[in-house]
Structures are given as C-alpha cells and as structure tokens.
C-alpha cells in the first residue's frame, strides 16, 4: 500500500486529524484535513472531531493546539521542527516595557513559544493583526516578536504608539529587494505579493501585502496573469492547483524555511502508529498562556 492510503488508513483507525500549514512540502499538503495559514489552522484546530490532531507544522503551532485544546492527543510529526523567530523576545524586556509605558498592551505574535504568550495581554497572526489591535483600548503597544510585522501593523493604524521588539523570521528577512527587482524586470506586468514578515524595502514595492492565505486569496481574485511571491516557497503548490492558467515567480534564493521542510510523509505515518512526539504543556502554563490565545479568537470573530 502506498504511504498516503496508508495514513489515511491510520487516521480513521486512530480517529486522527492532520492540520499543515502552507509552508509544508507539497505531499503533506496533499495528505492534510485542513491546509491554511496560522489563522486558520488555530481556528480549525478549535471543535474537531478527532481525539488526536497531527500538527504539520513547528512547535508553535502544536504548542498552540494543545493550549486550545488540553482534553485532546496533539502529534508533532517532528519535534525538532522549530520557529527561529518564536524565541526572540525576552520577559526581561517585556516587564521593563510595562514599567515605562502605561497603558500597555502586550501584542504576541503567535509564531512564539506559550513562555512569551503567558506573558501577553493578546495574540495575533499575520491575518488578523491590524483588526484585534486596532481593536484594543491601549494606546500603546509593545508587539513582539517580529519587528516587521509590528512596523507594517504601525503603518495601518497610525493613532496608536508602538514599541517595538527585535524579532524576525530568517527566511523572510533574507529576501533581497535587487533579487525582486531582477524577477520584475523579466516580468513588468507581474504584481508583487508579499508576507509582511519582509523587511520594510521589500514591504515599499508590494502591490498586496496580507498573510499566506491572504496572498492565495489575492492571486484568486486578481486580473493578473502573473505574481511575484515574497514569501517561503510552499505556497506555491496551493497557488498552482487553485490558478493553472496564471505564472507565479519566486527569487532566486527561494525562501525556504527548513524547520517547515522536516515534515514527511514518514515522520506523519510513525507517529500515527507509535503516538510519539505527543506534545505537552504544564498546567500552569497553559492557564496562563490560553487567555492571550482566547483573547484572539474572541476579537478576531
Ligand atoms: P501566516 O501563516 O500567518 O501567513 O504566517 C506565516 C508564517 O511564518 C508561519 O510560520
Ligand atoms: Fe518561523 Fe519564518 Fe519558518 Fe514561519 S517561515 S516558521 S516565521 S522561521
């Protein structure tokens, strides 16, 4: 039997779900119940079914289930598999900040560790950031970890104060305006979409800026043939199966992040039979670290 008719075997036997983010290879894509952006897979993550979820995605996104979801089994089809970017903040800093500014509201990007988000008033994802923090009643806002995320965010919404955090995404802050420059010079009508975990350079020469899924959303709806896309390389395989007649471009240096790349079709089937990598998070730190998560759902509706 081939390996997806077998995890697809699996998971009815171990009534298991597999959530994957757009980032992962094309064949985990292919095998998942539910493909999206962090929005989306946290929502989804929230009444299913199935008493185990399989998270094809890094720790934070697992972590993040589990926090959502204590009474269920969450599988990591590899532990390792990790967000750069989610450990740079520092509690340190945060409690400095609170001490400074009144009126602060702590804003954590979910691409974090539940550490920093039990230390939070809010999350967001990349899809909802400007609405919830637009939302908030605080005038000032320390948004951590990433610092391009918080500037885009800052444009947007112009009466509050922002304090900013020293945070990135790796793959994201690699991209190089003069690599998009040469894609664009061979392809003048192409539109630019960016993620805007991208440096402010690469932000300046966007035709749309908006999360993976909003990105996919875009390309849908626009009359473009053609896109550039400013963001890590495994959307290309949603972007190809929903668009057939349009082109999409990539930089040279693709953005690939690797942690995303460790997700197989092999590590999936391994921990549906062996239950291994189950991912747990301390009581304690999971009451703390649900309300932010909450909080988030609750003025993202
Ligand atoms: P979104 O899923 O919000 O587009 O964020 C991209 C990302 O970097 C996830 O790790
Ligand atoms: Fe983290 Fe960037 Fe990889 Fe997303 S693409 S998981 S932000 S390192």
């Known amino acids: 039997m081939d390996i997806a008719r077998e995890i697809k075997r699996l998971k009815k036997e171990k009534n298991a779900a597999i959530l994957a983010h757009y980032y992962v290879r094309p064949e985990v894509q ?9 929005f989306y897979l946290s929502k989804a993550a929230v009444g299913l079914r199935e008493q185990t979820i399989v998270f094809c995605g890094v720790s934070f996104m697992g972590e993040s289930a589990k926090i959502l ?7 990591m089809p590899d532990m390792t598999a990790d967000c750069a970017m989610a450990h740079m903040a520092d509690a340190e800093l945060i409690r400095h ?13 979910i691409n974090s560790t539940a550490r920093l988000k039990q230390l ?63 894609v664009k010079a061979s392809h003048p009508a192409a539109e630019i979409l960016v993620h805007p975990e991208c440096a402010e350079s690469v932000r300046n020469v966007s035709d749309y800026i908006g999360s993976t899924s909003g990105i996919i959303t875009y390309a849908g709806k626009s009359g473009s043939k053609e896109f550039i896309v400013c963001t890590e390389n495994g959307v290309r395989y949603e972007l190809e199966k929903n668009n057939p007649e349009k082109k999409f471009y990539f930089t040279k240096t693709e953005p690939v992040c690797l942690d ?7 590590k999936i089937k391994h921990v549906l039979e062996s239950g291994e990598n189950e991912v747990h998070v301390a009581d304690e730190l999971r009451k703390a670290s649900v309300k932010p998560l909450e909080r988030m759902l609750e003025l993202a509706r």
Do not use: W
């Not at 979801?69 to 599988?75: A, C, S």
């Not at 609170?98 to 804003?107: C, M, N, P, Q």
């Not at 000032?140 to 995404?169: M, S, T």
């Open 120 to 182: 939070s008033d809010v999350c967001v994802t990349s899809a909802n950031a400007v609405k919830i923090v637009k939302a908030l009643p605080n005038k000032n806002i320390f948004f951590i970890p990433d610092r391009n995320l918080a500037h885009y965010v800052a444009g947007q919404i112009p009466e509050k104060h922002f304090i900013y955090n020293d945070g990135y995404c790796p793959v994201h802050e690699k991209m190089q305006l003069e690599e998009i420059r040469k």
């Open 260 to 266: 995303m790349k460790l997700i197989t079709l092999e």
């Open 30 to 38: 292919e095998i998942a119940d539910y493909v999206g952006d962090s």
């Open 69 to 75: 979801n204590p009474d269920k089994t969450v599988l």
């Open 97 to 109: 900040v609170r001490d400074t500014y009144e009126d602060t509201a702590v804003v954590c990007y």
